[in-house]
C-alpha cells in the first residue's frame, strides 16, 4: 500500500509528465525586419484557415474580398475591408494598433468585443503575406486564422501551397483550409 507521500508524488510525476506529453499550440513566427511602408496598399483575401465553428459552417459561402492597408492618424493601420455580403458589397476598418515588435498589432473584434492579436509571419511585400491572428472571444472560445494577403486575385499555385504549408504547421486540418473563390462584385482595381 503506497503511503499518502509517494501517492502525491506519483501523481505529481503523472501531472508533470501529462503537460510535457501535451503538445503547445504552434507560433506563428513574425517577419524579420518588418517594413510597415512596403506592406500597405492594396491586397486580396485569398485563403484562409480558422477553427472557429463558425468558419467551418460558413466556408463554402465565403468569397475573395480586398483589403487595404492604410496608416492611421494615431499611429498603426487601417485595415479597410470590402466583401461581398447577402449580394451586397460591405466595408469595414479595423485599427490595428502596434502591440510589440514591428508586424505585430492588436485590434478588437467589432462584432464579439474582443481583443485579438495579429502578426505578419511573413511576407515578399510585393506578391503575398501570411497572417496570424489569435483571441478569446469567451471561456473556452478560442479563435485562432491564418490568412493568405495576395497582391493580385489569382494567387500562383506556389503561393497556394506554401500558405497550406504554413497554416498545417500551426495545427490547422485541410478541412479548417480554404481558398476564397474569386468574385467580380466589390474587386474593383483601383486601391
Known amino acids: ?14 501531472g508533470v509528465l501529462g ?46 474580398c480586398k483589403s487595404v492597408v492604410a496608416p492611421a492618424a494615431d499611429g498603426g ?6 466583401f461581398l455580403r447577402k449580394d451586397q458589397c460591405e466595408t469595414r476598418t479595423l485599427l490595428l494598433r502596434p502591440a510589440g515588435p514591428p508586424g505585430c498589432y492588436s485590434y478588437t473584434s467589432p462584432h464579439w468585443s474582443s481583443t ?11 506578391t503575398y503575406a501570411l497572417l496570424y491572428t489569435e483571441g478569446v472571444r ?12 495576395s497582391r493580385s486575385q489569382n494567387p500562383r499555385a506556389e503561393v497556394k501551397e506554401h500558405f497550406t504549408t504554413f497554416a498545417k504547421s500551426l ?9 476564397l473563390p474569386k468574385t467580380d462584385k466589390c474587386m474593383e482595381e483601383h486601391p
Open 116 to 126: 485579438h492579436e495579429v502578426s505578419v509571419a511573413e511576407t515578399d511585400y510585393e
Open 1 to 14: 500500500m503506497a503511503t499518502p507521500n509517494r501517492l502525491w508524488m506519483a501523481l505529481l510525476l503523472l
Open 19 to 64: 503537460v510535457l506529453q501535451t503538445p503547445a499550440p504552434a507560433q506563428a513566427a513574425l517577419q524579420p525586419n518588418f517594413e510597415e511602408d512596403k506592406f500597405l496598399g492594396r491586397w486580396f483575401t485569398s485563403g484562409l484557415a480558422s477553427n472557429s465553428s463558425w468558419f467551418l459552417e460558413k466556408k463554402k459561402v465565403l468569397s475573395m
Open 77 to 82: 493601420l487601417n485595415l479597410t475591408s470590402t
Open 171 to 179: 495545427g490547422f486540418t485541410e478541412e479548417g483550409i480554404v481558398f
Open 138 to 149: 469567451g471561456p473556452g472560445q478560442d479563435f485562432r486564422m491564418a490568412t493568405l494577403y
